[in-house]
């Protein structure tokens, strides 16, 4: 299993400022995910993270938007840049108990964001 | 990818079991049938999966359809503690690779 912790758990920011979201897991893991939830919905694939390459990013999210750092195995960042009240969600942090499909995935407690 | 299919919701009594169905008519032979709850305030949390055979573990037994098109997560003895949404994910070589792709899934309501 993984233990993930997320910080922070919450903020409240401005519209046009920019939000970092740290996540440290206890084990060193080749990646590391970001989802975000908005408000009443499901989880939806932000990024996936690599030590040592850039993030890859699914369709609709780019890395002026969302940069990601990844500076070693158990530690990654995820940037809200230039926010707008739309970027009001949940941000999780995930990681994976193995690789492949036949593993288990563990995640963060989530950031709640709420932009104003 | 792969799609599934679950209900919206559905309402159990306490500490009786709970049985929730999912649709995945397209899986591949490739594809794991994963099962994810998501507490009320908190990220989701793994619950079980398989590909062919039914599993059980401590939280929850798994029981997949011969033909894999459909499952059902059984919880033996639902407590207020387990009103969740219920995710049915398939991961695979069709299932959107190694990706998790959350559908809706199905909230869960417990009663007294």
């Known amino acids: 299993s993984a233990v993930i912790s997320q910080k922070p758990s919450r903020d409240i920011c401005q519209r046009g400022t920019s939000l970092t979201i740290q996540c440290q897991v206890d084990?060193?893991?080749?990646?590391m995910f970001w989802y975000r939830q908005q408000p009443g919905q499901s989880l939806t694939l932000i990024a996936t993270a690599n030590q040592g390459s850039e993030a890859t990013y699914e369709s609709g999210f780019v890395i002026d938007k969302f940069p990601i750092s990844r500076p070693n195995l158990t530690f990654s960042t995820l940037t809200v840049s230039n926010m707008s009240p739309e970027d009001s969600s949940i941000y999780l942090c995930s990681v994976e108990g193995g690789q492949g499909a036949n593993t288990e995935a563990f995640f963060g407690q989530g950031t709640r964001l709420t932009v104003v | 990818d792969a799609k599934t299919t679950q209900p919206n919701s559905m309402e159990s009594n306490e500490e009786e079991p709970v049985h929730l169905p999912c649709n995945h008519s397209?899986?591949?032979?490739?594809?794991?049938i994963h099962w994810y709850r998501q507490l009320p305030s908190q990220g989701p949390e793994y619950v079980i999966h398989g590909l062919t055979s039914n599993v059980n573990n401590r939280m929850a037994s798994l029981a997949i359809a011969e033909d894999r098109k459909s499952s059902t997560l059984i919880l033996h003895r639902a407590t207020l503690r387990d009103a969740a949404v219920y995710y049915c994910?398939?991961?695979?070589?069709?299932?959107?690779?190694?990706?998790?792709?959350f559908g809706t899934g199905t909230q869960l309501k417990v009663e007294l």
């Open positions: 397209t899986i591949s032979g490739t594809d794991y």
């Open positions: 084990s060193q893991v080749t990646m």
């Open positions: 994910i398939l991961r695979g070589l069709t299932g959107g690779g190694n990706k998790l792709t």
